[in-house]
């Protein structure tokens, strides 16, 4: 089975300023998709960027971009200039297959990072 | 519209109540989810519907009784509930297509069981 780990239950970063934030996965298979999410105080869970697997390019978005070093089964999110806005648990997922036939995901999400983001 | 809706935001029942929590989603995502979070913790997941059909149960008590009426909504009947279901539960939605099917999350309904 999957597992992912998040070894930060907590960081904080100065507003401006970039921070990581570290995930680890383990898995047997070579093709699959990986994300990060973000649940911000709302509550509501908001995709951050993905990344798949057969992908050697990291992953970016905006300001959010991956290191995704496959080989150590590494998958970090980098922010760069922090804004307020950003303060959230932020939650890396691993996709896999459930069930027969082979159409059937779920996500198995790390214990999640709570990020702050001082002014 | 990418946006997954649900109803109510927030509830609160007894022990002995029947109640139900509704998703909708307009995106035609044909593959729908329940996830249940407890405070601090990642989403569990405990169903998945696809194509209407349930596909996946996560070994989930029976009190919890999960119905896909159509393509677009998803309900989550709930009867005899204990103390420790109390948490918050997600819904998603997803493409069911084998190379690309991220996951919509709602906002999430707060169950609490007196």
């Known amino acids: 089975a999957q597992t992912v780990t998040q070894s930060q239950p907590e960081m904080s970063v100065q507003e401006a300023e970039t921070v990581t934030l570290s995930c680890t996965y383990d898995?047997?298979?070579?093709?699959?998709?990986l994300f990060w999410y973000k649940q911000p105080p709302s509550r509501q869970m908001i995709l951050v960027i993905r990344q798949e697997a057969y992908k050697q390019q990291n992953a970016t978005e905006n300001r959010f971009s991956v290191n995704f070093q496959k080989a150590a089964k590494s998958f970090s999110l980098k922010i760069s200039d922090s804004q307020l806005g950003d303060a959230a648990m932020y939650f890396c997922a691993y996709r896999s297959a459930i069930g027969s036939g082979g159409s059937n995901y779920k996500l198995t999400f790390g214990k999640g990072t709570l990020l702050t983001v001082n002014p | 519209d990418t946006e997954v809706t649900q109803t109510p935001k927030h509830l609160v029942m007894g022990m002995t109540n029947k109640k139900s929590l509704k998703c909708e989603q307009h995106m035609g995502h044909r593959a729908m989810y329940w996830y249940k979070q407890k405070a601090k913790k990642p989403p569990e997941l405990m169903f998945v519907y696809s194509y209407e059909k349930l596909s996946i149960n996560e070994s989930v008590p029976s009190r919890f009784s999960p119905e896909c009426p159509n393509s677009s909504l998803l309900n989550l009947h709930l009867h005899a509930l204990q103390p420790e279901d109390s948490a918050l539960y997600l819904c998603a939605s997803s493409r069911v297509q084998l190379s690309y099917n991220e996951q919509f999350f709602g906002p999430g309904t707060r169950l609490t069981v007196l």
């Open positions: 898995t047997s298979e070579s093709d699959y998709y």
